[in-house]
């Protein structure tokens, strides 16, 4: 029994689809987690048990693990908490359910950056890291997939691209740094939760194939989308007043701007990829499929999607 948390999220609807497909010819039965079930999709609804209720709920993770196997873990971004709670806190039921219910392996979404020097000062990232020694005392054996930032966060810049050709960040236009598809991260989670043949704790990093400053990201672009696009590295302090300007938690906020200073200052740098589970998608092959499409886009057909 593999139970999937988060199921309808970027990462979570990708790695269920492939265990729908996969996880029957391996004897494996699926279970998910999910606060509206009505947001799964039709064809999966009727391959999967359904436990309805919030994976940071004591009861409904008691419910949830019980008989489980394996589980993939994924904990919602909570703008309305401090890191720590939204981290370690929400995930404090689950570990206790993990060892009270004899969970064997646990696969989780979290970050690169442990063992560097920016590690203890990364703001959400350090959150995250936090997370992973939770579940790592709770005495399963545990991967946590380290990722980088997302290529899928430049979706949020759709519309900047599209009416001026400009997308944003915070980091240095000439600072490389690894970047990842969410769609291999749900490959790889995929790959170490149907072959549970690993022991102890450990973390697999989840990069895309090449370091890439803003520069590289702008000039790919350039040449995918057949416009001019060009980065505006955004101060620390702009991003922040945005971001209190929409009523979210002081100190997430605060997280926020750590992680993208401890970015800057090469947190994701450095990575071997050598142990790398599961592909790695280009950034000018998902600038094809996935950005082109929506930067591209009649605003109204955006809209409406």
């Not at 290529?151 to 970047?179: C, K, Q």
């Not at 939760?193 to 350039?222: F, H, K, N």
Request: proline share 7%; glycine share 10%; charged share 20%.
């Amino acid at each position: 029994m593999i139970v999937i948390t988060a199921p309808t999220g970027n990462i979570g609807r990708r790695l269920l689809s492939l265990l729908v497909e996969a996880a029957p010819a391996r004897g494996e039965e699926l279970r998910v987690v999910v606060r509206d079930p009505a947001r799964l999709p039709d064809a999966v609804r009727g391959r999967v048990e359904v436990v309805t209720g919030s994976h940071g709920d004591a009861a409904t993770v008691e419910r949830a693990f019980a008989g489980a196997d394996a589980v993939f873990w994924l904990v919602p971004p909570d703008a309305s908490a401090t890191p720590d709670e939204g981290w370690s806190g929400f995930t404090r039921p689950a570990a206790r359910a993990f060892a009270a219910h004899g969970v064997g392996h646990v696969v989780g979404v979290s970050a690169l950056g442990r063992g560097t020097p920016q590690a203890a000062r990364a703001g959400l990232v350090t959150a995250s890291l936090a997370m992973d020694d939770l579940i790592a005392g709770s005495g399963v054996a545990y991967r946590a997939l380290a990722c980088p930032s997302f290529y899928e966060n430049l979706l949020e810049e759709a519309a900047s691209i599209r009416a001026d050709g400009v997308f944003t960040d915070t980091v240095a236009a000439d600072r490389p740094a690894p970047l990842v598809a969410v769609a291999d991260i749900a490959a790889a989670a995929a790959e170490l939760l149907l072959d549970r043949s690993w022991s102890g704790v450990g973390e697999v990093p989840v990069l895309g194939p090449q370091d890439l400053s803003p520069q590289d990201l702008a000039r790919i672009m350039t040449e995918e989308l057949g416009r001019p696009v060009r980065y505006r590295r955004r101060p620390l302090d702009e991003l922040r007043s945005a971001l209190l300007g929409y009523g979210l938690n002081e100190a997430f906020v605060e997280g926020v701007v750590d992680m993208k200073r401890a970015k800057d200052q090469g947190l994701d740098a450095g990575v071997d990829r050598s142990p790398q589970a599961g592909p790695a998608t280009g950034f000018a092959q998902w600038c094809a499929q996935t950005l082109k499409p929506a930067a591209l886009a009649a605003p109204e057909a955006v809209d409406a999607h």
